[in-house]
């Protein structure tokens, strides 16, 4: 499936470097104790701007639901349809989610509860995106 290479703006380049190292690194508030993705430049809980960290995760979590997309608008991506789009919620913190399509995982297979851990997968020279992977 083509994956979108991203492009890193001063508020992503600290996750995206991380990424890049093979870590998945959030912003942490140190006011409030939260992590947060995506990048933002305050804290979605508590409005702090001042004590916002880059902190790594372990990168583990679970899949808390999923849809598969038939229909998609995105010509890059016709060619793959059908195809999931599951919702991944943080072990280390549960208000913090991404979206994988599940590499490996056929469409309607997704199995919803289980655990998942975060890889890596190179999409142009020196650039890797984070996806999400179903642990055994």
Same mark, same amino acid.
């Given at each position: 499936?083509?994956?979108?290479?991203?492009?890193?703006?001063?508020?992503?380049?600290?996750?995206?470097?991380?990424?890049?190292?093979?870590?998945?690194?959030?912003?942490?508030?140190?006011?409030?104790?939260?992590?947060?993705?995506?990048?933002? !430049?305050?804290?979605?809980?508590? @409005?702090? #701007?001042?004590?916002?960290?880059?902190?790594? /995760?372990?990168?583990?979590?679970? $899949?808390?639901?999923?849809?598969?997309?038939?229909?998609?608008?995105?010509?890059?991506?016709?060619?793959?349809?059908?195809?999931?789009?599951?919702?991944?919620?943080?072990?280390?913190?549960?208000?913090?989610?991404?979206?994988?399509?599940?590499?490996?995982?056929? !469409?309607?297979?997704?199995?919803? @509860?289980? #655990?998942?851990?975060?890889?890596?997968?190179? /999409?142009?020279?020196?650039?890797? $995106?984070?996806?999400?992977?179903?642990?055994?």
């Amino acid at each position: 499936m083509p994956k979108i290479i991203p492009v890193p703006d001063e508020l992503s380049k600290p996750f995206w470097d991380a990424v890049n190292e093979k870590r998945l690194s959030l912003q942490h508030c140190a006011v409030c104790d939260r992590l947060q993705y995506p990048p933002r !430049p305050t804290c979605f809980e508590c @409005g702090s #701007a001042e004590k916002l960290e880059w902190k790594d /995760v372990e990168g583990k979590g679970h $899949i808390s639901t999923y849809i598969v997309i038939e229909d998609g608008r995105l010509n890059r991506r016709m060619p793959d349809q059908p195809y999931n789009l599951a919702l991944i919620t943080l072990d280390e913190d549960p208000s913090v989610n991404f979206y994988s399509n599940l590499p490996g995982v056929p !469409p309607y297979e997704v199995p919803v @509860g289980a #655990a998942v851990q975060v890889v890596f997968e190179e /999409v142009a020279p020196d650039q890797l $995106i984070h996806e999400w992977q179903v642990v055994s």
